[in-house]
């Protein structure tokens, strides 16, 4: 690698760490947990039949109340930050599914209800084929998986 590149991610790297040190102690944990849970669920969706997966994710087809205490919907959009903060910085892809299923865990260990989204669409880019997305909520407010969620059409909910 050549100095300039080098010098550039010496420069990423001290902004990853000026970004850690702002962040509170409970971001951080969050932040810690959300990375592991994303490997986590990452290597279940590789590995586990589905079902098995969809076991750990609450009732099927069921939705969450949609009204959420305050101290309990901040903490979830802590959460889904947190998610969506550590699957960028993840070695192994934390696509939606991924991302989805460790904020539903997360979320599930702190008792807040929320529900996890399954959906489905034509794929514009290669016709005749689905493209498929998954999102989470809690009450109307969406933790994961925000963007282009509406052109989905919902097949599947766990809450």
Request: aromatic letters at 6%; one cysteine or more.
């Amino acid at each position: 690698m050549n100095e300039t590149g080098n010098k550039t991610r010496l420069k990423s790297l001290k902004k990853t760490l000026a970004k850690w040190r702002r962040r509170s102690r409970e971001e951080r944990i969050l932040l810690l947990e959300a990375f592991v849970l994303l490997g986590a669920a990452r290597l279940g969706v590789l590995i586990l039949p589905f079902r098995r997966l969809a076991g750990s994710l609450g009732a099927h087809m069921k939705v969450a109340d949609a009204t959420i205490p305050p101290a309990d919907l901040h903490l979830a959009r802590m959460v889904g930050g947190a998610v969506r903060s550590a699957a960028n910085y993840t070695p192994w892809e934390s696509v939606c599914l991924p991302q989805a299923v460790a904020a539903r865990w997360m979320l599930k260990r702190r008792r807040i209800p929320a529900t996890l989204y399954l959906g489905v669409a034509k794929d514009v880019t290669a016709p005749g084929t689905l493209a498929a997305h998954a999102w989470v909520s809690c009450g109307s407010v969406i933790l994961t998986g925000a963007k282009g969620h509406r052109q989905y059409t919902v097949v599947s909910t766990f809450s």
